[in-house]
């Protein structure tokens, strides 16, 4: 851990500290009376979160999921920024931006009131200034507790106003993908990519019976997922987004996909709190937008 010496200073005794994998990535691990969860270094990703009060994650992370470096995580909870999807005119550019393969750095960290908090900023390089030219300080806040918590702020210091598509991609851990109910989304439009991004409407609670890939557009309001088989509710809150993506791969989708496990699809839902499609941010010079979120699980 010698070479990771820097971050000495922001481990927390009892409750942060930080570790190198064998393939090279830096994971900090957070572990406090209400809650576990751990971020990778690499692309700020959080890969899981558990509050002491459940026993299951809230928050999913694949058994198959390779951490290397370059390569994204399969769960948890990727950051797509600062394109949503793909990217508008270049195809070679990734899916879903770069923010979640690139490193990030550790900006401070601390506790209080029973919650460990850890603030990173996205590190820029020739690799993304290729692909994004603008100069958008962006930082994430985890606040770790009995309830998760992010903030992804991103800051226009450029002369010229820029448009900008994000969310985070949270895979949530359920028991049976066939089984639970999505509240929250009654009314709302959507656009359906399984069909073409044909525009719907939604009509009761989202259930899941094959691939679902949905963007809810014009929608603040908190989603519940109803689990009658871990018997809970996860709670998802935000602010800052008017767009929630809702995804399943389903069978076969994921059996292509190589980083799940035979059944894992299974029980992961993927409740991404986002602004894209029409809700593409526009962000003025000297502009700071922040989209925030609350996760949190409670008994049926």
């Not at 572990?31 to 969860?37: E, H, K, R, S």
């Not at 909870?77 to 550019?93: I, Q």
Request: some cysteine.
């Amino acid at each position: 851990m010698h070479n990771h010496d820097p971050l000495r200073r922001f481990a927390i005794p009892g409750q942060l500290q930080f570790r190198l994998s064998q393939s090279g990535l830096v994971f900090a691990d957070i572990d406090n009376p209400a809650g576990t969860a751990t971020v990778c270094l690499q692309g700020a990703h959080l890969t899981t979160f558990r509050p002491k009060a459940q026993p299951e994650p809230v928050v999913w992370v694949s058994d198959a999921s390779r951490y290397l470096p370059g390569k994204s995580i399969r769960g948890g909870v990727p950051l797509c920024w600062p394109w949503f999807g793909a990217h508008a005119t270049e195809s070679s550019f990734p899916g879903h931006g770069f923010a979640r393969t690139v490193p990030w750095d550790v900006l401070d960290s601390n506790a209080s009131q029973g919650v460990t908090h850890i603030i990173l900023q996205l590190q820029t390089s020739e690799t993304t200034r290729a692909q994004w030219p603008h100069d958008t300080p962006v930082t994430l806040h985890i606040s770790v507790a009995d309830a998760l918590e992010m903030e992804l702020t991103t800051h226009n210091a450029t002369a010229q106003a820029l448009q900008l598509s994000e969310a985070l991609h949270t895979y949530f851990q359920i028991g049976d993908v066939a089984e639970v109910e999505l509240h929250g989304l009654d009314g709302c439009a959507y656009l359906d990519k399984t069909e073409g991004f044909a525009r719907k409407r939604q009509e009761g609670a989202v259930r899941f019976a094959a691939e679902t890939d949905r963007v809810y557009v014009d929608t603040q309001s908190a989603c519940i997922i109803h689990d009658a088989q871990l018997q809970r509710r996860i709670r998802i809150e935000k602010q800052g987004s008017a767009s929630t993506v809702v995804w399943t791969p389903w069978a076969d989708k994921a059996a292509a996909m190589g980083d799940f496990t035979a059944q894992g699809w299974r029980n992961m839902l993927c409740v991404e709190s986002a602004n894209a499609a029409d809700n593409t941010l526009t962000l003025q010079p000297g502009e700071t937008h922040t989209l925030q979120v609350r996760y949190s699980a409670e008994a049926l």
